[in-house]
């Protein structure tokens, strides 16, 4: 244990002094794995989702505040999906609009965890993020948990369903995405995942707040 302090205590003291770059190296490769994210789930466009393109978006968003990352990734998620369906596209524009105006309303100082949700999925460790956010932060960060959630979600819709909404005519297109829109909101998977991730939110973080020993091992367990 007195090992672990000493590397904690050696990792805060270089992070102080180097924190300017450590912090735009955080971003860089924030940015780089929702890039890549979203290459793996709609990568339907060659030139938003040619390797090149992505480390330079990676680059710009190192070099900008945080949440212009969220923008940036929202339209590179947009033309990709339009590659595929301007009515698709129309209905993610809409729901990205409803969800960041609760965001920006609510919670403006969590933009990393609406980044690290889809990125976490992605690499099937989605529950780390309520586990971490219990033992950092506290029950406001399950509003950006379950805007990730949707958006992980809706992505991996639109993938599973690529090939059928580039065939389908326009009349069924419609109908499909409008079975979509209520599909989306009516799948038990996707509020059982978003029940899960607040409920073990909330575990962590009421444990770790006990006045008791090991109290943040015992959430950490926990959760």
Known sequence: MGKLFEIKGYLMKYYRKSSKYVDKMVQFVLALLTFTFIN???GFSDITSHPVTTILLSVICMLLPMQLTIILATAAALIQIMTVSNAMAILALTLFVIMYVF???FTPKHTIIL???PIAFMLKIPLLIPVLYGLIGGPICILPISMGTIIYY????VGANS???QTAEETKIIT???GYANQLFTNPVLWCMIIA?????????SV???SVDYAWEIAIIAG
């Open 40 to 42: 793996q789930k709609v």
């Open 103 to 105: 965001y920006f309303r």
């Open 115 to 117: 980044l690290l949700v």
């Open 154 to 157: 809706m992505m991996d819709f």
């Open 163 to 165: 090939t059928l909404l």
């Open 176 to 178: 499909l995405v409008g």
């Open 197 to 205: 991730l607040a409920v073990t939110l909330l575990l962590v973080h």
């Open 208 to 210: 770790r707040k006990m």
